[in-house]
């Protein structure tokens, strides 16, 4: 228990950054989507592995670029990633669909969301603290630092294998009918 607790206080503040980014991603994207209102929501038929396989090499880069820009990237792409979702949101609204969002988007949301809030505090924090290490700020225990993020990324990964699931056998699903 005491090991649970370290973990979750060693990331909390990644998270939260991370949380933050995606949500004001979000709510740009909702204004644009539906003040702007010229996308097209199109709902495609997709197979697991095709929405898993997005979805792991989207959660890797998060991962990895964040670990290459200190932590930047990770942030930078789940502004992005919240804009997308913001502008579904917006558009969705305007055309009064709000049906699609909570038979569409909502199933899949919550898992595929917070795998991504997991990649990007991994992929913030850790290049955080390389950037500390590297400017002798900051040591690393990377025996501990590299248990934390392979729990972290597989507990991500398992949320991935049940958003992959839900999105292509329940959202798309309704949307349809």
Known sequence: MNRLRLLVDNWKLPFLVSKFSFFMGTLVGIINGF????????????EFDEVFRNNLLVSLSIIVFGLFTFGLSSIVMMLANGYVVGIVIGEALQLRMGVLLLTGLAPHFFTETLSLFLCSTVGFATGLQLFRWLRGIQLIRFKRLL?????????????????AFIESNISYVRIKE
């Open 35 to 46: 003040v702007l209102s010229d996308y097209d929501i199109n709902p495609i038929d997709l």
């Open 147 to 163: 248990f934390e993020i392979v729990m972290i990324t597989t507990v991500s990964v398992l949320l991935l294998l049940v958003s």
